[in-house]
């Protein structure tokens, strides 16, 4: 099993979430919530306005999303359904332990509040020059005031 942060679509009450617990693409728990140890500056770029962590470190803000424990198949679902490595690059990050909820067979293998974790993360090198100067989030919600609609893919043209 790997760690994966998500920080925008697959997060809970987001669009993308349903893909998170659907079996058929192998098995994710939820574990917990988290925030990046480095600042990093998160986006919503393209006309489908779509959430970007640039990888950019240093800049932006801790952004908080959720972690997950997942399979190998999942995984590989992740790294398509991400399009990576084009879009976005899976590439590990610290993660500062926000809220706990995963469930281990010892308490001693569970990871204290403000602990730190190495988690998989779907971040992007190859953006657009323009999205540095684009406003920087620290929690993406896809219905949030920021007023950009997230298109889902089966909506896109």
Same mark, same amino acid.
């Given at each position: 099993?790997?760690?994966?942060? *998500?920080?925008? =679509?697959?997060?809970? /009450?987001?669009?993308?979430?349903?893909?998170?617990?659907?079996?058929?693409?192998?098995?994710?728990?939820?574990? !917990?919530?988290?925030?990046? *140890? @480095?600042?990093?500056?998160? *986006?919503?770029? /393209?006309?489908? &306005?779509?959430?970007?962590?640039? &990888?950019?470190?240093?800049? /932006?803000?801790? +952004?908080? !999303?959720?972690?997950?424990? *997942? #399979?190998?198949?999942?995984?590989?679902?992740? #790294?398509?359904?991400?399009?990576?490595? #084009?879009?976005?690059?899976? =590439?590990?990050?610290?993660?500062? +332990? +926000? @809220?706990?909820? /995963?469930?281990?067979?010892?308490?001693?293998?569970?990871?204290?509040?403000?602990?730190?974790?190495?988690?998989?993360?779907?971040?992007? =090198?190859?953006?657009?020059?323009?999205?540095? &100067?684009?406003?920087?989030? #620290? &929690?993406?919600?896809?219905? !949030?005031?920021? !007023?950009?609609?997230?298109?889902?893919?089966?909506?896109?043209?």
């Amino acid at each position: 099993m790997a760690r994966v942060f *998500v920080y925008g =679509t697959l997060k809970k /009450g987001q669009p993308n979430y349903p893909h998170m617990i659907n079996g058929a693409h192998g098995i994710a728990r939820f574990q !917990g919530r988290g925030l990046t *140890v @480095e600042k990093y500056p998160l *986006v919503i770029a /393209g006309k489908y &306005n779509i959430p970007f962590l640039l &990888n950019a470190p240093g800049i /932006g803000h801790h +952004v908080a !999303g959720e972690i997950y424990s *997942v #399979d190998d198949q999942m995984l590989q679902f992740l #790294d398509e359904f991400e399009g990576c490595p #084009d879009m976005y690059q899976r =590439t590990p990050m610290r993660i500062e +332990v +926000v @809220e706990w909820e /995963g469930k281990s067979s010892a308490p001693e293998e569970r990871p204290a509040v403000n602990s730190i974790l190495e988690c998989y993360v779907y971040s992007t =090198t190859t953006y657009q020059p323009e999205w540095i &100067n684009f406003p920087y989030y #620290d &929690n993406y919600d896809a219905f !949030g005031k920021h !007023g950009l609609q997230y298109v889902l893919r089966e909506s896109r043209e």
